[in-house]
């Protein structure tokens, strides 16, 4: 992919023509940024306890535990695209702090019951929460910033959701460690953390100026991203199914005979890694460009797919020989989200910004499923070199579609 795009020195959002006037009080844009990091913080952090919870705590087998955990994307899937339409013509403020405030609720409800149906349906109805939260934060995200600074400030964004999930998983650990493994403790636990979250954005965060669009997107949320951005929604797709089959590595990892504690060191250090590269590549990218930057990512990911591929034929200790090459590119493969998210912000309409990042929302949402399911089915079959080999058919079928409709557009340039 051979980008050729606007970088810092002008905005694509003339395309809209002249910025209407900011009726809104005047707000600390850096202020505002914190805050929404710190809402999604909060809201991966319930996730990712859940997510630690749910298995222990359900009295099902393991079928049953999937279909309850997958309710939640299913459910962000359905509503992110409806929620940004709604963003865009009513605001953003009262999603995010209805989202916040449902999801703490959620959380501390499912400690009322164990009964399998209702959990899944409270589980479902949080999907919907978490699509508010996300959709309306870079919505806000995107109207705080200009194309000088978006890319870091989405790299911002990433990086409270990977903390957020490994504080998550830490949190619900600790509070089971200290209570006895109570969990009905730990959902409550779990969702004060959040409320406290959704008390900060009610004090804090203010209503930013935006456009009110009133199209047919409504019919079509399509019509909300322009040619190029299309283009690039299969690699989106398939960058975030890639990330669903992460979720399963731990156990892929540890079947291909790693230690617990050696693939937790792994893990936390690549958590730590994804995060600071999110915010350095948000930055790079508003130097030099979103799609150069893009295609750093996606040539690290490449990278660490077959180094690791190359080392798990032989034998699972010549993962920690190749750990250098998979870590170099592992950090390069932190550009992709960034670089991504801040693209979209800059090409979207500023009247159709909510619709553009509930459609990217929809394909997170979506990937995550795929992701999931893929995972588990190829370590099933092949443990981590069936998993890993899936990921790059996965990368590979993705990136061709979106090179092909990149080239349909007029060239293989991202401006």
């Not at 999604?40 to 087998?61: C, D, E, K, Q």
């Not at 890319?151 to 504080?167: E, H, K, P, Q, R």
């Not at 954005?201 to 040619?227: C, F, G, M």
């Amino acid at each position: 992919m051979t980008p050729n795009e606007t970088t810092a020195g002008s905005d694509p959002q003339s395309r809209d023509g002249p910025q209407p006037a900011n009726d809104l009080p005047r707000v600390d844009h850096k202020r505002q940024l914190l805050v929404l990091y710190l809402a999604m913080l909060v809201t991966r952090i319930g996730f990712g306890s859940v997510l630690l919870l749910f298995p222990m705590y359900l009295a099902v087998g393991s079928f049953g535990v999937g279909i309850a955990l997958s309710a939640y994307p299913l459910a962000e899937f359905v509503s992110a695209a409806p929620i940004g339409s709604y963003v865009d013509l009513k605001g953003r403020r009262r999603m995010l702090l209805l989202g916040l405030l449902s999801i703490s609720l959620l959380t501390m409800a499912i400690s009322l019951t164990k009964n399998f149906y209702s959990i899944a349906i409270i589980h479902a109805v949080m999907g919907f929460s978490g699509a508010a939260v996300t959709v309306s934060s870079l919505a806000m995200i995107t109207d705080l910033t200009a194309v000088s600074n978006r890319g870091v400030s989405m790299g911002g964004f990433d990086f409270s959701n990977i903390l957020g999930y490994a504080l998550g998983i830490s949190f619900a650990t600790t509070i089971l460690h200290l209570t006895g493994r109570n969990y009905v403790l730990a959902f409550v636990a779990t969702g004060i953390v959040l409320l406290g979250g959704c008390v900060a954005s009610i004090i804090w965060v203010k209503e930013t100026s935006h456009s009110s669009a009133r199209r047919s997107y409504r019919v079509n949320p399509l019509a909300a991203l322009d040619q190029n951005t299309r283009a690039i929604l299969p690699l989106w797709l398939g960058l975030t199914t890639i990330l669903g089959i992460v979720f399963v590595l731990p156990r892929s990892l540890m079947e291909s005979g790693l230690r617990f504690s050696e693939v937790g060191i792994t893990l936390a250090l690549g958590a730590f890694g994804l995060g600071i590269g999110s915010v350095v590549f948000g930055w790079i990218s508003d130097k030099i460009g979103r799609g150069k930057t893009l295609s750093i990512g996606i040539i690290g990911l490449i990278l660490v797919l077959l180094s690791t591929l190359e080392a798990v034929s032989h034998s699972p200790q010549r993962v920690y020989q190749q750990l250098p090459l998979i870590a170099l590119g592992g950090f390069m493969a932190t550009a992709t989200v960034p670089s991504a998210l801040a693209f979209v912000g800059d090409r979207a309409n500023r009247g159709l910004r909510g619709s553009a990042m509930g459609i990217y929302s929809m394909m997170l949402s979506l990937g995550m499923v795929i992701g999931n399911l893929l995972g588990g089915y190829s370590t099933s079959v092949g443990g981590l070199k069936a998993t890993l080999e899936a990921s790059a058919g996965v990368l590979l079928l993705s990136l061709s579609i979106t090179v092909f409709l990149l080239y349909r557009a007029g060239g293989l340039r991202l401006r």
